[in-house]
Protein backbone atom coordinates (compact mmCIF):
# COMPACT_ATOMS: atom_id res chain seq x y z
CA UNK A 1 0.00 0.00 0.00
CA UNK A 2 1.34 3.10 -0.80
CA UNK A 3 1.63 5.71 1.98
CA UNK A 4 0.55 9.41 1.50
CA UNK A 5 3.40 12.01 1.33
CA UNK A 6 4.22 15.13 0.49
CA UNK A 7 7.53 16.24 -2.06
CA UNK A 8 9.52 18.73 -0.76
CA UNK A 9 11.17 21.32 -3.04
CA UNK A 10 15.42 21.19 -2.67
CA UNK A 11 16.55 24.08 -0.84
CA UNK A 12 17.98 27.04 -3.49
CA UNK A 13 22.19 27.50 -3.56
CA UNK A 14 23.42 30.35 -1.48
CA UNK A 15 23.87 32.79 -4.37
CA UNK A 16 22.91 35.58 -5.25
CA UNK A 17 22.53 34.91 -8.70
CA UNK A 18 19.26 32.97 -10.33
CA UNK A 19 19.90 29.37 -11.25
CA UNK A 20 17.57 28.46 -14.79
CA UNK A 21 16.64 25.04 -14.96
CA UNK A 22 15.07 23.18 -17.35
CA UNK A 23 11.32 23.33 -17.16
CA UNK A 24 11.61 19.36 -16.93
CA UNK A 25 13.73 19.69 -13.90
CA UNK A 26 11.65 22.63 -12.11
CA UNK A 27 8.36 20.11 -12.91
CA UNK A 28 10.12 17.52 -11.05
CA UNK A 29 11.24 19.37 -8.05
CA UNK A 30 8.05 20.97 -7.49
CA UNK A 31 6.06 20.71 -4.60
CA UNK A 32 3.32 18.03 -5.49
CA UNK A 33 0.65 16.28 -2.75
CA UNK A 34 1.25 12.23 -3.13
CA UNK A 35 -2.18 10.43 -2.18
CA UNK A 36 -2.65 6.82 -0.48
CA UNK A 37 -3.94 4.54 -3.15
CA UNK A 38 -6.55 3.66 -0.82
CA UNK A 39 -7.54 8.03 -0.42
CA UNK A 40 -11.59 8.63 -0.77
CA UNK A 41 -13.14 9.22 -3.27
CA UNK A 42 -13.71 12.86 -3.24
CA UNK A 43 -13.85 14.60 -6.41
CA UNK A 44 -17.07 16.65 -6.88
CA UNK A 45 -19.36 16.05 -9.46
CA UNK A 46 -19.10 17.53 -12.72
CA UNK A 47 -22.29 19.54 -12.54
CA UNK A 48 -22.43 21.33 -9.25
CA UNK A 49 -26.39 21.65 -8.09
CA UNK A 50 -27.41 24.09 -4.98
CA UNK A 51 -27.73 23.04 -2.05
CA UNK A 52 -30.58 21.02 -1.16
CA UNK A 53 -32.49 22.23 2.36
CA UNK A 54 -35.34 22.24 3.71
CA UNK A 55 -36.51 25.03 1.82
CA UNK A 56 -36.05 23.18 -1.12
CA UNK A 57 -37.57 20.43 -0.44
CA UNK A 58 -40.27 22.60 0.42
CA UNK A 59 -40.30 24.24 -2.94
CA UNK A 60 -40.24 20.51 -4.98
CA UNK A 61 -43.52 19.70 -2.95
CA UNK A 62 -45.09 22.60 -3.79
CA UNK A 63 -44.07 22.67 -7.83
CA UNK A 64 -45.07 19.03 -7.43
CA UNK A 65 -41.71 17.87 -9.04
CA UNK A 66 -41.05 14.92 -7.32
CA UNK A 67 -38.27 13.88 -4.61
CA UNK A 68 -35.83 11.51 -5.25
CA UNK A 69 -34.95 9.88 -2.08
CA UNK A 70 -32.03 6.75 -2.01
CA UNK A 71 -30.87 4.98 1.19
CA UNK A 72 -26.78 4.94 1.69
CA UNK A 73 -24.87 2.98 4.37
CA UNK A 74 -21.12 4.55 3.48
CA UNK A 75 -18.82 6.70 1.75
CA UNK A 76 -19.01 4.44 -1.47
CA UNK A 77 -22.68 4.34 -1.74
CA UNK A 78 -23.26 7.77 -0.05
CA UNK A 79 -20.84 9.46 -2.67
CA UNK A 80 -22.48 7.37 -5.71
CA UNK A 81 -25.91 8.80 -4.54
CA UNK A 82 -24.98 12.28 -3.94
CA UNK A 83 -22.78 12.17 -7.48
CA UNK A 84 -26.27 11.04 -9.06
CA UNK A 85 -28.01 13.92 -8.10
CA UNK A 86 -30.23 12.71 -5.31
CA UNK A 87 -32.34 14.97 -3.36
CA UNK A 88 -32.23 12.78 -0.37
CA UNK A 89 -30.01 10.66 1.56
CA UNK A 90 -31.33 8.31 3.92
CA UNK A 91 -28.92 6.45 5.62
CA UNK A 92 -31.75 3.39 6.60
CA UNK A 93 -31.56 0.96 9.70
CA UNK A 94 -31.62 -1.63 6.43
CA UNK A 95 -27.86 -1.23 6.85
CA UNK A 96 -28.81 -3.86 10.07
CA UNK A 97 -29.35 -6.66 6.73
CA UNK A 98 -27.23 -4.93 3.72
CA UNK A 99 -24.24 -3.74 5.30
CA UNK A 100 -23.86 -5.78 8.42
CA UNK A 101 -25.35 -9.18 7.87
CA UNK A 102 -28.26 -9.13 10.39
CA UNK A 103 -31.63 -10.88 10.28
CA UNK A 104 -33.71 -7.51 10.81
CA UNK A 105 -33.69 -4.13 11.74
CA UNK A 106 -34.00 -4.83 15.15
CA UNK A 107 -30.71 -5.57 15.76
CA UNK A 108 -29.22 -2.28 15.03
CA UNK A 109 -27.38 -0.44 17.69
CA UNK A 110 -27.36 3.62 17.80
CA UNK A 111 -23.28 3.36 17.79
CA UNK A 112 -23.60 1.11 14.64
CA UNK A 113 -25.73 3.48 13.15
CA UNK A 114 -23.70 6.47 13.97
CA UNK A 115 -20.40 4.97 12.54
CA UNK A 116 -22.33 4.76 9.32
CA UNK A 117 -23.66 7.50 9.46
CA UNK A 118 -20.51 9.91 9.48
CA UNK A 119 -19.46 7.39 6.88
CA UNK A 120 -21.89 9.12 4.87
CA UNK A 121 -21.56 12.21 5.71
CA UNK A 122 -17.63 12.50 4.73
CA UNK A 123 -19.13 11.33 1.49
CA UNK A 124 -21.23 14.34 0.84
CA UNK A 125 -18.72 16.93 2.74
CA UNK A 126 -17.34 17.91 -0.42
CA UNK A 127 -20.55 18.31 -1.85
CA UNK A 128 -21.38 20.93 1.17
CA UNK A 129 -17.59 22.25 -0.17
CA UNK A 130 -18.82 22.34 -3.61
CA UNK A 131 -21.85 24.09 -3.24
CA UNK A 132 -23.68 21.01 -3.44
CA UNK A 133 -25.92 19.38 -1.09
CA UNK A 134 -27.81 15.88 -0.89
CA UNK A 135 -29.93 16.05 2.60
CA UNK A 136 -29.01 13.34 4.84
CA UNK A 137 -31.26 12.12 7.08
CA UNK A 138 -30.37 8.75 9.67
CA UNK A 139 -32.94 6.89 10.88
CA UNK A 140 -33.26 6.30 14.82
CA UNK A 141 -32.54 2.32 15.59
CA UNK A 142 -35.42 0.46 17.56
CA UNK A 143 -34.57 1.28 21.38
CA UNK A 144 -33.31 4.39 21.32
CA UNK A 145 -36.28 6.61 20.95
CA UNK A 146 -39.74 4.71 22.03
CA UNK A 147 -39.40 5.21 25.70
CA UNK A 148 -39.77 8.62 26.26
CA UNK A 149 -39.75 11.78 23.83
CA UNK A 150 -36.54 12.95 26.41
CA UNK A 151 -34.68 9.76 25.28
CA UNK A 152 -35.64 10.42 21.46
CA UNK A 153 -34.48 13.94 21.98
CA UNK A 154 -30.92 12.80 23.36
CA UNK A 155 -30.60 10.23 20.79
CA UNK A 156 -31.26 13.19 18.02
CA UNK A 157 -28.96 15.16 19.21
CA UNK A 158 -26.20 12.84 19.08
CA UNK A 159 -27.42 11.52 15.33
CA UNK A 160 -26.50 15.45 14.36
CA UNK A 161 -23.34 16.34 16.40
CA UNK A 162 -21.66 12.87 16.22
CA UNK A 163 -23.56 11.11 13.13
CA UNK A 164 -23.19 14.60 11.42
CA UNK A 165 -26.84 14.06 9.72
CA UNK A 166 -29.05 16.58 9.48
CA UNK A 167 -32.23 15.14 10.58
CA UNK A 168 -33.40 11.68 11.83
CA UNK A 169 -36.30 9.45 10.53
CA UNK A 170 -38.48 7.47 12.87
CA UNK A 171 -41.31 5.06 12.96
CA UNK A 172 -44.26 5.52 14.19
CA UNK A 173 -48.01 8.12 13.75
CA UNK A 174 -50.02 8.91 16.42
CA UNK A 175 -47.96 6.99 19.56
CA UNK A 176 -44.98 9.01 18.19
CA UNK A 177 -46.69 12.48 17.94
CA UNK A 178 -45.10 13.58 21.89
CA UNK A 179 -41.78 12.58 20.64
CA UNK A 180 -41.15 13.78 17.04
CA UNK A 181 -42.82 17.48 18.75
CA UNK A 182 -40.20 17.33 21.11
CA UNK A 183 -37.42 16.77 19.07
CA UNK A 184 -38.72 19.52 16.34
CA UNK A 185 -39.13 22.00 19.13
CA UNK A 186 -35.30 21.53 19.57
CA UNK A 187 -34.70 22.50 15.64
CA UNK A 188 -34.01 19.19 14.87
CA UNK A 189 -35.99 18.28 11.62
CA UNK A 190 -37.81 15.12 11.43
CA UNK A 191 -38.91 12.33 8.37
CA UNK A 192 -42.21 10.69 9.46
CA UNK A 193 -42.47 7.15 8.77
CA UNK A 194 -46.22 5.57 8.81
CA UNK A 195 -48.11 2.30 7.20
CA UNK A 196 -45.73 -0.53 7.35
CA UNK A 197 -42.92 0.31 9.86
CA UNK A 198 -40.83 -2.50 9.90
CA UNK A 199 -39.18 -1.96 13.37
CA UNK A 200 -42.56 -2.66 14.70
CA UNK A 201 -42.91 -5.67 12.18
CA UNK A 202 -44.00 -8.46 15.38
CA UNK A 203 -46.51 -5.90 16.14
CA UNK A 204 -48.15 -5.89 12.70
CA UNK A 205 -47.70 -9.79 11.95
CA UNK A 206 -44.91 -9.16 10.19
CA UNK A 207 -44.23 -7.52 6.76
CA UNK A 208 -47.80 -6.96 5.50
CA UNK A 209 -49.10 -4.06 3.54
CA UNK A 210 -50.96 -1.50 5.15
CA UNK A 211 -54.65 0.43 5.05
CA UNK A 212 -56.26 -2.06 3.05
CA UNK A 213 -59.48 -2.07 5.03
CA UNK A 214 -61.38 1.59 5.40
CA UNK A 215 -60.26 1.18 8.89
CA UNK A 216 -57.15 0.47 8.20
CA UNK A 217 -56.73 2.90 5.66
CA UNK A 218 -58.46 5.89 8.31
CA UNK A 219 -55.89 5.05 10.74
CA UNK A 220 -53.26 5.09 8.50
CA UNK A 221 -54.19 8.95 7.63
CA UNK A 222 -54.73 9.23 11.26
CA UNK A 223 -51.00 8.70 11.78
CA UNK A 224 -49.92 11.15 9.09
CA UNK A 225 -52.12 14.33 10.32
CA UNK A 226 -50.05 13.70 13.85
CA UNK A 227 -46.76 13.70 12.26
CA UNK A 228 -47.54 16.35 9.91
CA UNK A 229 -49.07 18.36 13.31
CA UNK A 230 -46.14 17.16 15.89
CA UNK A 231 -43.89 18.71 13.00
CA UNK A 232 -43.09 16.38 10.63
CA UNK A 233 -41.17 18.10 7.18
CA UNK A 234 -42.00 15.17 5.80
CA UNK A 235 -43.59 11.46 6.04
CA UNK A 236 -42.66 8.09 4.27
CA UNK A 237 -45.73 5.89 3.26
CA UNK A 238 -44.36 2.28 3.30
CA UNK A 239 -46.71 -0.50 1.50
CA UNK A 240 -49.44 0.83 1.23
CA UNK A 241 -52.27 0.66 -1.67
CA UNK A 242 -51.62 3.27 -3.99
CA UNK A 243 -55.13 5.07 -4.37
CA UNK A 244 -54.72 5.28 -0.34
CA UNK A 245 -50.86 7.00 -0.38
CA UNK A 246 -52.57 9.43 -3.28
CA UNK A 247 -55.18 10.46 -1.03
CA UNK A 248 -53.00 10.53 2.35
CA UNK A 249 -51.36 12.75 -0.38
CA UNK A 250 -53.54 15.01 -1.07
CA UNK A 251 -54.83 15.62 2.84
CA UNK A 252 -51.58 16.41 4.18
CA UNK A 253 -49.30 19.81 3.45
CA UNK A 254 -46.16 18.33 4.07
CA UNK A 255 -44.25 15.91 1.62
CA UNK A 256 -45.05 12.10 1.27
CA UNK A 257 -41.95 9.97 0.12
CA UNK A 258 -43.46 6.49 -1.09
CA UNK A 259 -41.53 2.90 -0.57
CA UNK A 260 -44.44 0.40 -2.08
CA UNK A 261 -46.92 3.24 -1.93
CA UNK A 262 -47.35 3.78 -5.46
CA UNK A 263 -46.48 6.83 -7.77
CA UNK A 264 -49.27 9.34 -5.93
CA UNK A 265 -46.76 10.11 -3.00
CA UNK A 266 -44.71 13.78 -3.43
CA UNK A 267 -41.48 11.75 -3.76
CA UNK A 268 -40.19 7.85 -3.68
CA UNK A 269 -36.98 6.17 -2.13
CA UNK A 270 -35.75 2.62 -2.14
CA UNK A 271 -33.08 0.67 -0.53
CA UNK A 272 -29.79 0.99 -2.71
CA UNK A 273 -28.85 -2.25 -2.64
CA UNK A 274 -32.21 -3.58 -3.79
CA UNK A 275 -32.31 -1.56 -7.07
CA UNK A 276 -28.85 -1.56 -8.41
CA UNK A 277 -28.88 -5.27 -8.14
CA UNK A 278 -25.70 -5.90 -5.56
CA UNK A 279 -26.45 -9.05 -4.35
CA UNK A 280 -26.44 -12.71 -5.22
CA UNK A 281 -29.49 -14.61 -7.89
CA UNK A 282 -32.18 -15.58 -5.46
CA UNK A 283 -32.56 -12.88 -3.12
CA UNK A 284 -36.43 -12.37 -2.43
CA UNK A 285 -37.00 -8.92 -3.36
CA UNK A 286 -39.83 -7.25 -2.27
CA UNK A 287 -42.81 -6.30 -5.08
CA UNK A 288 -42.43 -2.69 -5.35
CA UNK A 289 -38.39 -2.83 -6.02
CA UNK A 290 -37.21 -1.71 -9.82
CA UNK A 291 -34.38 -3.38 -10.51
CA UNK A 292 -31.94 -0.83 -12.34
CA UNK A 293 -28.52 -2.76 -12.15
CA UNK A 294 -26.85 -5.56 -12.01
CA UNK A 295 -24.07 -4.52 -9.76
CA UNK A 296 -23.78 -8.23 -8.42
CA UNK A 297 -22.91 -9.89 -11.74
CA UNK A 298 -20.28 -7.17 -12.75
CA UNK A 299 -18.38 -6.98 -9.17
CA UNK A 300 -18.62 -10.99 -9.55
CA UNK A 301 -17.16 -10.57 -13.62
CA UNK A 302 -14.34 -8.16 -12.48
CA UNK A 303 -12.96 -10.65 -9.90
CA UNK A 304 -13.27 -13.18 -11.29
CA UNK A 305 -11.16 -12.00 -14.12
CA UNK A 306 -8.43 -10.30 -11.56
CA UNK A 307 -8.45 -14.26 -9.90
CA UNK A 308 -7.51 -16.02 -13.21
CA UNK A 309 -5.08 -13.29 -14.64
CA UNK A 310 -2.69 -13.39 -10.89
CA UNK A 311 -3.47 -17.44 -11.55
CA UNK A 312 -2.07 -16.97 -15.13
CA UNK A 313 0.71 -14.57 -14.55
CA UNK A 314 -0.96 -11.79 -16.85
CA UNK A 315 -1.20 -9.45 -13.46
CA UNK A 316 0.45 -7.55 -12.78
CA UNK A 317 2.13 -6.68 -16.44
CA UNK A 318 4.60 -4.25 -17.05
CA UNK A 319 2.65 -1.48 -17.33
CA UNK A 320 1.51 -1.97 -13.68
CA UNK A 321 5.08 -1.85 -11.94
CA UNK A 322 7.52 0.82 -10.87
CA UNK A 323 10.96 1.26 -13.42
CA UNK A 324 14.45 0.80 -12.13
CA UNK A 325 16.82 1.86 -14.05
CA UNK A 326 19.72 -0.51 -15.23
CA UNK A 327 22.62 0.95 -13.59
CA UNK A 328 20.43 1.40 -10.07
CA UNK A 329 19.52 -2.49 -10.20
CA UNK A 330 23.03 -3.66 -11.08
CA UNK A 331 24.31 -1.43 -7.97
CA UNK A 332 21.80 -3.00 -5.73
CA UNK A 333 22.08 -6.71 -6.94
CA UNK A 334 25.92 -6.45 -6.66
CA UNK A 335 25.34 -4.96 -3.05
CA UNK A 336 23.24 -7.96 -2.23
CA UNK A 337 25.52 -10.98 -3.54
CA UNK A 338 26.83 -11.34 0.20
CA UNK A 339 23.75 -11.36 2.02
CA UNK A 340 22.49 -14.68 3.32
Known sequence: MLAGFRCLARPRPQSSRPVSRPVSQVSLISCQTRFSSHSPMGAPPSNPRKKV??????SLHKKGDPITMLTAHDFPS??????????MILVGDSLAMVALGMEDTSEVLLEEMLLHCRSVARATQSAFTYNVLTRKV??????????????ALGT?????KEGRVQGIKLEGGKEMAPTIRRITTAGIPVLGHVGLTPQRQNALGGFRVQGKTSHGALRLL????AVQEAGCFGVVLEAVPAEVAALV????SIPTIGIGAGAGCSGQVL????????????????????QYGDVWGEAKRAIEAYRDDVKSGRYPAAEHTYPMSGEELEAFSEAIKDVR
Open 156 to 160: AIRSV
Open 78 to 87: AHVADHAGMD
Open 138 to 151: GDLPMGTYEIAPEQ
Open 271 to 290: VQTDMVGNFPPGRYLPKFVK
Open 222 to 225: EDAL
Open 53 to 58: TLGTLR
Open 249 to 252: TRKL
